[in-house]
């Protein structure tokens, strides 16, 4: 992806290095992979999520001080690639929001090492990147792109942390839109199979906005990038997680989506630019 020398964005939170106060969830092992296999990408409800997890683990990590080592080289081009795509985001949306005659709010991202406490709770790395409605915020430990490439088989590349934080940023737009909520009065009082269904279009959803950004993000892709996203959004189906981690797949507690269903909706969105041909939840 073409990135150097462009605008970066301000509404970057940079908690990489930094130790703080209080206590960090360590959600590793185990839990870790429990997490990954219900919320890869935590969707409008990840309030709810991330504080059953702080729940269920009892163990914590108690830091202090305000100390904050150095950055390495590597990790300061990272910051600043991230937050180039970040600002492309914002650009992108805030011009299709335009257009609706809306005004498009703004998230922020905050990078992170380890542990972060955020308005939806205490979360490890474990838990991926997630978005959290409470404070509007996008959470990425950059490290899990590498976990994604090492543990799950993706391709990896520099696009796939774009097609990451575009996704996560979806999750942005479904809150401010009212999807989120709408889907969470929806969930109340149904089986946990219609439930999941009902998770599975608004991450699908997610997909499908992120490759709206691609398609409106073109001029600075290079070839091979969106190969990147589709084998990233491979990596992360339901059935791939599940089949790599448990050994056998368990259609009725997926809550993302299906390989084959991340890249179709992404295509679908990259394709056609069109924000009225994301519709995720006919038919459940």
């Known amino acids: 992806m073409k990135w150097m020398g462009r605008r970066q964005s301000d509404n970057v939170e940079d908690r990489r290095g930094m130790t703080t106060g209080g206590k960090l969830i360590t959600g590793g092992g185990i839990i870790g992979v429990i997490f990954l296999l219900i919320q890869v990408f935590v969707g409008g409800d990840s309030a709810k999520v991330l504080n059953q997890l702080q729940q269920q683990i009892e163990q914590g990590q108690t830091t202090n001080g ?5 950055l ?16 492309d985001t914002e650009d992108v949306w805030g011009e299709l929001f335009r257009k609706q005659d809306k005004t498009y709010q703004k998230p922020t991202l905050v990078l992170f090492n380890d542990g972060v406490q955020t308005a939806c709770g205490g979360a490890s790395s474990s ?4 978005y959290c409605p409470g404070d509007a915020k996008v959470y990425i430990d950059l490290g899990f792109m590498q ?21 996560e940023v979806g999750h942005h737009i479904q809150n401010l839109l009212g999807t989120s909520n709408w889907v ?8 946990e199979t219609k439930a999941n269904k009902l998770s599975v279009a608004l991450e699908l ?5 992120a490759g709206v950004f691609a398609h409106y993000d073109k001029q600075y892709l290079d070839d091979g990038d969106i190969e990147e996203a589709l084998s990233a959004a491979k990596a992360v189906g339901d059935d791939a997680i599940q089949q790599k981690t448990q050994g056998k797949i368990v259609p009725d507690a997926f809550t993302h989506g299906t390989s084959k269903q991340r890249m179709k909706w992404f295509m ?17």
Not at 127 to 130: E, R
């Open 66 to 70: 305000t100390g904050q080592r150095e």
């Open 72 to 87: 390495t080289k590597e990790e300061k081009q990272q910051g600043a690639f991230i937050a180039t795509v970040f600002a």
């Open 127 to 130: 838990v991926g990147p997630f």
């Open 147 to 167: 976990e994604l490439k090492t543990r799950f088989g993706a391709k990896g590349g520099d696009f796939a942390t774009a097609y990451v934080l575009a996704h």
């Open 184 to 191: 969470q009065r929806a969930q109340q009082g149904k089986s």
């Open 205 to 209: 959803q997610a997909d499908f906005y």
């Open 268 to 284: 679908k969105g990259y394709e056609t630019g069109d924000l009225s041909q994301g519709d995720t939840f006919s038919g459940i």
